[in-house]
């Protein structure tokens, strides 16, 4: 019972303490929603910021259509920080003061992480469990303080499991042990008591292995009263995606804030580099979409965090290992039938 008191004080401190952060969610008009930016819930997106500042029409197309935003890379280690205790914030500020300017909520992906970390702490960085974990302190408090207040919740951890619920080997597990997600939690809100940090991870909806270890780490985490607020599902899936898996991965989240965090949808499952879009497709596509919008509506409305896609066109989207076409707007800013399929979720 103690947990829940001190999550819905959390909550209420997270969702209530009216900072200068944006409050994203407008009301949207009674069934006669005719843009994303009308949703009863924040949808956002993950941003390139190369392009948010080369090509205006993606530029605009944020503006239009959504109320939060995700840094894809731009608040990675690799790209804040070139040596312990350096950092260069003006990619990550760009991208903040674009969403400050518009309203926007900003969600901080990501501080603790297996990949795309420092080249220095990769190659140079060595030293006792107790040097590690002072760096990750200073790294995360660092980041976290630079941002407070503008950045109001964090991916504190992502992905610290493999698809089996083992922990995944990462300079943080291999040099700490496994309480470096504890800790990463304690220093991110020692930085900053108002973020609402997440645990981030994807293939909820496919590995009952991972939703229980995600779920064990959970309790164990609130059972020591370490501030974890919410969970972070990426959802990467694609047109096979299960409609009852996934709402049993979005309902697996505790009684914890809920984010469908990286949101896509590949059509071409077989990487196959012929392959073509096509109306069939769009209309799988379409089906998946309108499952993760379902899902986020079945949340208790005080914990549905919101959906942000992993990009917001085809014409910048992270999966190019073979032709796809992930996202809600095709390569020419047009919107595909996954763009209605939500609209119709709230209209019904
Ligand atoms: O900007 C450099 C460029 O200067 C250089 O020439 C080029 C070749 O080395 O690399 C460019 O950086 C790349 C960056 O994307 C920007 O394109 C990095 O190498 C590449 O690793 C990075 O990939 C990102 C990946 O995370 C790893 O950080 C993807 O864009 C990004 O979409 C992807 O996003 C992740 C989430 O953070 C976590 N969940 C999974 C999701 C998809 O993998």
Known sequence: MKKYIFLSIILFIGFSCKGNEPDPTPKPPENNITSLKQAPFPIGAAVNVDALKNDNEYRQLLIDEVT????ENAMKMYALSSGRG??????????????????????????????????WIENTFS????????????????????????????DVVNEAFNDDGTYRPSIWYDNIGEEYIELAFRFAHEAD???????????????FNKIQAINTMVDTLLAKNVPIHGIGLQMHMNINSSETKINYAVNS??????HISELDVSVNTENNPDATFNDELAQLQKNVYKYAT???????????????????????SWRSSAPDWVLPFDADFNKKPAYDGMLEVFNQ
Do not use: C
């Not at 200073?138 to 207040?149: L, M, P």
């Open 68 to 71: 939060s935003v995700t840094p």
């Open 86 to 119: 350096v950092y260069t914030w003006d990619d990550a500020d760009y991208l903040v003061n674009f969403a400050l300017e518009n309203n926007m909520r900003v969600h901080g992906h990501t501080l603790i992480w297996y990949h795309s970390n420092g080249w």
């Open 127 to 154: 030293g006792t469990k107790e040097e590690w974990i002072a760096v990750m302190r200073e790294y995360i408090q660092d980041v976290v303080t630079h941002f407070k207040s503008k950045v109001t919740a964090w």
């Open 193 to 207: 008591p108002d973020a609402v940090l997440f645990y981030n991870d994807y293939g909820q909806e496919y590995s």
């Open 253 to 258: 989240a505790r009684n914890l804030i809920v």
């Open 294 to 316: 379902e899902a986020m509506l079945n949340v208790n409305e005080d914990l549905r965090y919101g959906i942000t896609f992993w990009g917001i066109t085809d014409k910048y």
